[in-house]
């Protein structure tokens, strides 16, 4: 390949991978901000690449002028988005700066297309024609440079002081954009006459690999807060966008061949070229995709299922510990009962010792105390400790009467008041820790959403081989728009909830062979039920 | 000899109350929020010892349906929250003071005491 040959294809490679990995991660995240000021610089560099490998098409030099002019209307900005995407990716307001920066790109936007600005030129090196800088072009650099300086200012000062994860990110960002500005940057000594062979058509590679560290940052470093499985999507989205870069570049290097070997252009030839790629391209494709889960996504399935299930358990057990906390307090009321008789009886000890009558009340009320505080102890460790599932044949009047103990002084601190209405016969076959769970999740729900003096009653039904538990409170009610994400994991609306509650209540209601319905609307109160099959001796 | 009323659904506390009490004092115990408001009404009492957390209707219901029936008996509230909006609550509605579990056996005495001098009803 020829030296312009490797200046447009590392620009038109440019262009490519930026629009790819540009829609990629709008699509995927496009609520964030920082994702959608990427978006814009990278739908803005592979603008720009396109129209500079645009202009090495053309022999014109009033058309190649066109062409970079018109690319200097998106260049313009680069420096301030950047600011922008720095300060959104630190999650810090927006530097006061930029209101500067945009006076400056207003301050020459007016001199773009005049020939201040930039010159039609003549040809340079290995480019047939290229613009000459104007007066104004050399400040312009200036101003775009120490822009970009303070950009890598702004995210390097403030690196040190991320977290773990956040500062790789951020010294990936720094290096990636240190790379592509110096690389991109090459393009400029073209307008002022210089052109150094072979170092400026080569170092415009800089900018694709530039963009390739970003994707391997996504990657790699979950940078924009990317999953797993949505990483996986990124690294088949940049195969396929590579091998699709390659297929057209060699059926232009085959045409490019039979040209230079016969001295002239034949369609069959292009034909033929077009259908062998097309042939070989799924296969291909196919077989890198395997080498990359090979490489990259090796763990079979079976660990991947266990990875899974580990990691289920333990956001289980996170949600119960949390529970834990919420009932610490009201757990703290029922053992000062106790306690208080123990210590009443125990202050009397010594001058009634002699009375036969006080020390056996003294015994009864020992033992009988002392076991309440055991009782609740082995309560709440039951459900705090994880432990296997469970199935047996278990009352759901004395699993919700258990769970509504615990809850007991969280509720009597608002003053709320419980109604319970039993079916005779409520035994279902299931795991009771579990089940308490699910039905603590949805107490705490009830009770964090009432205000003072709410009520919440609880019934059981049996119906048809199920049963039905109800438990409707008098709270605020849920929106109808969030009714249906009630029970996608981190979908809540509280400030300080994981969103996993009722997430953890949805599949263990499921594992069960039940199912939850919520009925609600804003004002009317909140009434969940579920569904059990019922225990058939 | 006062007559008091000790509220409590706790079994312990009954009984502890009444290790403390029953010397200087003629008791009577109630189980539960109705068993309080049964009692006050077939009988006079002098002070009511009144548990918050009890089953059926709590101790702040009892203090308003006394109120509503126009029942002046002075109340001592005992309870093992130790909040201010409840301690709040319960003077707001009519309790003369607030006593968290759990106790001293002087605490209780002199809150006894002090209870039944302030409302004139000792000599």
Redesign the interface.
């Known amino acids: 390949m020829t030296l312009l040959d490797h200046y447009r294809l590392s620009l038109l490679l440019t262009t490519a991978i930026s629009i790819t990995l540009g829609c990629w991660v709008l699509t995927r995240r496009r609520k964030s901000k920082a994702v959608r000021i990427f978006f814009i610089y990278i739908v803005g560099l592979g603008y720009w690449s396109f129209m500079q490998a645009m202009a090495s098409f053309t022999d014109d030099p009033r058309i190649a002028l066109a062409w970079v002019r018109a690319m200097f209307y998106a260049v313009i900005t680069f420096p301030l988005l950047l600011t922008y995407f720095f300060s959104a990716f630190l999650e810090i307001p927006r530097p006061k700066i930029c209101i500067f920066g945009w006076l400056l790109v207003l301050g020459f936007l007016p001199i773009l297309s005049t020939d201040l600005f930039l010159q039609q030129g003549d040809s340079l090196g290995f480019l047939s024609t290229m613009p000459r800088a104007g007066t104004l072009f050399l400040p312009f650099n200036v101003v775009w440079i120490v822009w970009f300086l303070y950009d890598i200012w702004l995210l390097g000062a403030r690196s040190r002081a991320l977290p773990s994860i956040k500062r790789r990110q951020a010294y990936l960002l720094l290096s990636v954009f240190i790379l592509g500005y110096i690389t991109g940057c090459t393009n400029y000594l073209y307008m002022h006459g210089i052109c150094i062979i072979p170092l400026q058509p080569l170092a415009t590679y800089g900018v694709p690999v530039a963009v390739l560290m970003i994707a391997y940052g996504i990657f790699a470093y979950g940078l924009f807060d990317m999953n797993v499985v949505i990483r996986r999507s990124l690294v088949y989205s940049i195969l396929v966008t590579l091998l699709t870069v390659c297929y057209f570049g060699l059926v232009y290097g085959v045409e490019r061949l039979f040209q230079t070997t016969f001295g002239y252009q034949s369609i069959h030839v292009s034909l033929a070229a077009f259908a062998l790629m097309a042939l070989i391209f799924q296969p291909l494709k196919i077989g890198i995709q395997r080498v990359v889960d090979w490489l990259f996504f090796r763990a079979p399935q079976e660990v991947m299922i266990k990875r899974l299930e580990r990691l289920e358990e333990e956001t289980r057990q996170m949600e119960r510990l949390k529970a834990v906390a919420i009932l610490a307090a009201g757990m703290?009321?029922?053992i000062?009962?106790?306690?208080?008789?123990?210590?009443?009886?125990a202050?009397?000890m010594e001058e009634k010792y002699d009375d036969a009558q006080?020390r056996q009340?003294f015994t009864k009320?020992m033992q009988?105390?002392t076991d309440?505080i055991n009782a609740l102890v082995r309560r709440m460790l039951d459900f705090a400790k994880p432990s296997q599932p469970k199935l047996q044949q278990v009352q759901l009047s004395k699993l919700i009467d258990e769970t509504v103990d615990l809850l007991?002084?969280t509720m009597?601190?608002k003053?709320l008041q419980i109604v319970k209405a039993y079916s005779t016969n409520d035994e279902v076959f299931a795991d009771p820790v579990q089940i308490k769970q699910v039905f603590l999740n949805i107490l705490i729900n009830s009770v964090e959403a009432m205000d003072q003096r709410g009520c919440i009653t609880i019934s059981t039904v049996a119906d048809n081989g199920h049963l039905e538990i109800l438990m409707a409170d008098t709270g605020p009610g849920i929106p109808k728009q969030d009714l249906p994400r009630l029970f996608d994991p981190f979908f809540t609306t509280k400030a300080q909830g994981t969103g996993l509650g009722l997430s953890i209540v949805h599949s263990i209601v499921k594992e069960h062979g039940g199912r939850i319905i919520v009925d609600s609307d804003v004002g009317k109160g909140t009434t969940v039920r579920i569904q059990l099959p019922a225990y058939h001796g | 000899m006062f007559r008091i009323l000790v509220a409590d659904d706790?079994?312990?506390?009954r009984?502890?109350?009444n290790?403390?009490l029953c010397e200087e004092y003629n008791l009577a115990f109630a189980i539960n929020g109705q068993d309080t408001l049964d009692k006050l009404s077939a009988e006079k009492f002098d002070l009511v010892l009144l548990d918050?957390?009890m089953p059926k209707m709590?101790g702040?219901e009892v203090m308003k349906r006394m109120r509503e029936q126009g029942m002046t008996v002075p109340v001592l509230i005992l309870t093992?929250?130790q909040?201010v909006?409840?301690a709040k609550e319960a003077i707001k509605l009519g309790a003369q003071s607030y006593l968290p579990?759990?106790?001293?056996?002087e605490q209780i005495l002199n809150e006894v005491r002090n209870t039944l001098k302030r409302d004139g009803v000792a000599l």
Do not use: C, M, W
């Open positions: 703290a009321h029922e000062k009962n106790p306690l208080s008789s123990i210590k009443t009886f202050s009397y006080f009340k009320v009988q105390e309440k007991h002084g009597l601190n003053h | 706790e079994e312990g506390i009984e502890s109350l290790l403390i918050i957390k709590d702040l093992a929250y909040s909006e409840l579990k759990p106790f001293e056996r």
